[in-house]
């Protein structure tokens, strides 16, 4: 699918569901190092944490495949924020749900339409957590991702990449990495690091990759001719 494609290309339930579960391997092979960014500055979990809970929001997609974009990242969110602990539970659930609201009852969507929904979800995250691009939060990564978005896929994934890459300088401000003062510098920050994972299987989907078997899921059958399905997020 090349960039000129995404300018028309409208996305199913099926295109999201397939995202997070990419998303869910992603954070799986990556729980190590996300831990090992965590155990400098943090926690010493996020890694554990994440694998979790995605895996988690795989086995619900799996079997309860919802019928809308806007479904699917709302029970995406709803399982993350029950089943992950510590800060990425309710931030990483409050970016999914409302983003997942923000699309509304849509059977097909756009990237225009990802994008703007996103960054509905970015701002609910930026209030949640108190903080700004700047912080060395996953915010510094989510919202060049999102800029990114309104452009192209491949865009979003770049932008997030180097947002994470550009928290390693960086003094913390907020969450427990904040108490380490200038000790915090020099590291990458793990929550921008997970989110960049986030935009690099959202690309790989977009690209035609994130399904194990290549073909249509329950869910995009049950959306094709179906009427909306509405789920709540708020």
Same mark, same amino acid.
């Given at each position: ?11 199913? =339930? ?65 399982? *993350? ?20 609201? =923000? *699309? ?128 709540? =997020?708020?």
């Amino acid at each position: 699918m090349g960039q000129v494609d995404e300018m028309t290309e409208t996305y199913g =339930a099926d295109f999201l569901a397939r995202w997070l579960i990419a998303a869910a391997r992603a954070v799986e092979r990556d729980a190590d190092r996300l831990t090992e960014l965590d155990s400098a500055i943090g926690d010493a979990d996020h890694g554990a944490n994440l694998k979790r809970g995605f895996a988690a929001v795989t086995e619900t997609l799996t079997k309860e495949p919802p019928q809308t974009p806007g479904a699917v990242l709302a029970t995406a969110g709803r399982e *993350l924020i029950s089943t992950v602990g510590g800060a990425s539970g309710p931030l990483y659930g409050t970016l999914l749900r409302r983003t997942g609201k =923000a *699309l509304g009852d849509g059977v097909r969507i756009t990237r225009e339409e990802l994008a703007e929904a996103l960054g509905s979800g970015v701002t609910a995250v930026s209030r949640l957590g108190g903080a700004q691009v700047g912080d060395k939060t996953m915010l510094d990564a989510l919202v060049p991702a999102v800029a990114g978005l309104r452009e192209s896929f491949d865009a979003a994934r770049t932008a997030a990449e180097d947002g994470a890459l550009a928290t390693v300088p960086l003094r913390a401000r907020k969450g427990r990495a904040s108490y380490l003062g200038e000790r915090s510098e020099g590291h990458q920050d793990p929550g921008a690091t997970s989110s960049a994972l986030l935009f690099t299987a959202l690309a790989e989907t977009a690209h035609g990759g994130g399904s194990p078997e290549g073909g249509e899921t329950a869910a995009d059958e049950t959306t094709r001719g179906a009427a909306p399905h509405t789920e709540e =997020a708020s």
